[in-house]
């Protein structure tokens, strides 16, 4: 029987409830969004008791099918004041799924100093206060609790910049290698931080698991799924092969790769940083260039890096931490930003808006671009230790740009804007600056249609037509992924391979008896887009921010190309 | 005429990463693809000097082109 766990931090109470009707075919982003939307004050303080923060895996997580193990966290966002949802792998939202857990709810805020942990198992959820591990990196939490409760735990937890409650803070989960996967973006850490959770631990012994009502059906739709997977040249080869970073000399090509703080579209040292690099230094030193985020993907975009000796340095090692270091903070050196994205990982911060707050501080001076042990030095000794500097950079290069008079600040909504440049990449930019989340890749990827021509023929970067449009369909078909547990690579099958999304729903229906037609995607994203887009307007947002900052006015080397679109033509996005 | 001819990802194996090379007045895009042996049902992304093009475009002294598989970023 599905379950809602809920935890009470200013009673240190829990309680278990049923599923309400209305929620029963929603799950991760959908659900974490109708909770937040339905139970926290628009206006609240993000870190304040009224504030919520949910976890909820997606709908197939925990099944047997391929690539659904994600797992959503929302909340009120203390980074930029919306509504939030951010997704990660791990091993968390399988056994949520098994444990049929449908979403697990945080609510108000502890009195007095104390630390707490959680745990979670097939018996509820419990709360504990924590001695031990407060002030810890997430690395070696994870080790204690394998030690104290056994290898097979699930662990969710933030490092000391969520302590810190910085707003770059991201929640860290186990992956199947004890290592982290993360969901990023938004400063969750710090919500979690707020309500002085360190870690919530996770034991699915004895969990009942998903049994499908139609079992046949589910497997052959879920064999079909996974053929689709196979079939497109994205998910089939291109990433397996090459991993994420692939996208470094692609986007260099088309003149979006941001560099030196976003002051030029291409960026010299290119190929150092590049994906066909990083897959023959792993061929070569021994690493492991194919790696999936979660039991059950057979993408496997992900990779282990390994220094000259072999030695472990990071694992989820993307484009987007690459690049943005590589060549916006001008690095160009995979070595030091590997050890770079290894302590964002440990002390717990998103490697997108930290990376491009460190490109606003070289911008400022703070210290030069290229400067490699500089951002070492930066993220151990000041971000992880909490100095006045380090918790500047830690709340997001909106607040580096405001606090070193910096103009060339990018980021919607306070968050920082990810690895393509909106000028060179319409499409990319229209769902910057719509997307309930602030400046988020993942809302509506339109970089795969500007450049690749995926789901059904380019659509010109460097021009304005067909680009709302080409977000807004994106974004809607992205909360179906975002809500089933899906990995944003499935957009690729499931725009060009027919047999994708009828297969998607067929599993659907076979697991859990339901009666959906293809047509209630659309209805998912359009009703989950308007309630968090509710949400927004009630916490005091308007149209106004829906705009990119004053600075892609001006041109970006090669094209010379500019952020040319009228206010009207990016509200007619909300039009539908 | 000289046009550079880079390949990336996949197209690499077995071919090479970035090469000048000689080709007849008028060559089109597409007839350097046949000769590289490139099915086109594989190529995402055509660019010429960093721009989007098309197959049956004809090339000039000094061009270069970049030939992509589809790969994805994130």
Redesign the interface.
């Known amino acids: 029987m599905n379950k809602i766990l809920r935890v009470n931090m200013t009673t240190l109470t829990t309680g278990t409830e049923a599923v309400p009707k209305e929620w029963a075919a929603l799950g991760g982003r959908a659900l974490t969004s109708t909770i937040v939307a339905k139970e926290v004050i628009p206006t609240c303080h993000p870190l304040g008791e009224n504030n919520k923060l949910i976890f909820a895996p997606g709908l197939l997580s925990g099944t047997t099918a391929v690539n659904s193990g994600r797992l959503s966290a929302g909340a009120k966002s203390p980074l930029t004041g919306t509504i939030k949802e951010s997704n990660a792998g791990g091993l968390a939202a399988q056994m949520f799924g098994r444990l049929r857990i449908k979403a697990l709810i945080i609510e108000g805020l502890p009195k007095g100093n104390a630390w707490y942990s959680l745990h979670v198992s097939n018996n509820g959820v419990t709360i504990a206060e924590e001695k031990e591990l407060i002030g810890k990196g997430n690395f070696a939490v994870v080790e204690a609790l394998e030690n104290r409760i056994g290898k097979k735990v699930g662990v969710i937890t933030i490092g000391p910049a969520g302590e810190m409650k910085m707003l770059s803070a991201n929640i860290s989960v186990k992956d199947v290698d004890s290592k982290l996967r993360s969901h990023g973006r938004g400063g969750l850490g710090a919500v979690m931080g707020s309500k002085r959770i360190k870690f919530i631990s996770i034991d699915d012994s004895g969990a009942p698991g998903i049994k499908p009502v139609d079992p046949e059906k589910f497997t052959a739709s879920a064999r079909i799924f996974a053929k689709a997977i196979m079939e497109?040249?994205?998910?089939g080869?291109?990433?397996p092969?090459?991993g994420?970073?692939?996208?470094v000399?692609?986007?260099n090509?088309?003149?979006g790769l941001p560099t030196r703080n976003f002051s030029l579209g291409r960026y010299e040292g290119h190929?150092k940083i590049s994906?066909?690099t990083l897959r023959e230094t792993m061929i070569e030193r021994g690493g492991n260039p194919s790696h999936g985020c979660q039991p059950g993907c057979i993408i496997k975009?992900s990779q282990v890096y390994v220094d000259k000796k072999g030695k472990y340095i990071t694992s989820g090692f993307?484009?987007?931490t690459i690049?943005i270091l590589g060549a916006n903070a001008g690095l160009g050196n995979l070595d030091q930003i590997a050890v770079a994205d290894s302590i964002m990982d440990d002390i717990g911060v998103d490697s997108i808006e930290t990376s491009i707050a460190i490109g606003v501080a070289m911008e400022a001076g703070v210290l030069p671009f290229d400067d490699g042990e500089g951002v070492l030095r930066l993220l151990r000794e000041d971000i992880g230790k909490g100095t006045p500097l380090g918790r500047i950079i830690g709340s997001g290069a909106g607040h580096v740009g405001k606090v070193f008079g910096v103009t060339r600040v990018p980021v919607v909504k306070n968050q920082a804007i990810p690895?393509y440049d909106p000028r060179a990449i319409k499409g990319i930019g229209i769902t910057y600056a719509t997307s309930t989340m602030g400046a988020d890749?993942?809302m509506g990827?339109a970089?795969?249609t500007n450049?690749?021509?995926?789901g059904g023929g380019?659509v010109?970067?460097?021009k304005k037509d067909g680009q709302v449009e080409l977000s807004r369909h994106l974004q809607i078909v992205t909360v179906m992924l975002d809500s089933i547990g899906l990995c944003?690579?499935i957009g690729?099958p499931a725009a060009d391979i027919p047999t994708c999304v009828p297969a998607l729903v067929d599993m659907l229906n076979a697991c859990f008896g339901f009666e959906l037609t293809p047509e209630w995607i659309g209805g998912l994203g359009v009703n989950t887009l308007k309630t968090e887009r509710a949400f927004n307007l009630a916490a005091g947002f308007t149209n106004k921010d829906d705009r990119l900052p004053e600075f892609f006015r001006e041109p970006l080397p090669?094209?010379n190309a500019v952020w040319d679109f009228t206010d009207e033509e990016i509200d007619e996005f909300w039009n539908f | 005429m000289n046009i550079t001819v880079r390949l990336f990802a996949t197209f690499r194996f077995g071919r090479f990463a970035s090469a000048t090379r000689q080709y007849p007045p008028q060559t089109r895009i597409s007839e350097i693809i046949r000769e590289l042996q490139i099915p086109d049902t594989e190529i995402s992304m055509i660019m010429l000097n960093g721009r989007h093009a098309d197959p049956e475009q004809c090339l000039c002294e000094g061009d270069s082109i970049a030939l992509f598989p589809v790969v994805a970023g994130g």
């Not at chain 1, 497109?232 to 998910?235: F, K, L, V």
Request: net charge negative; charged share 15%.
């Open positions: 497109h040249p994205g998910t080869q291109g990433l092969t090459f994420t970073a692939e996208m000399n692609l986007v090509e088309a003149g190929e994906g066909e975009c993307e484009y987007e690049e690895a890749h993942t990827y970089v795969a450049l690749m021509g995926v380019i010109d970067p460097l944003l690579f690729f090669p094209h």
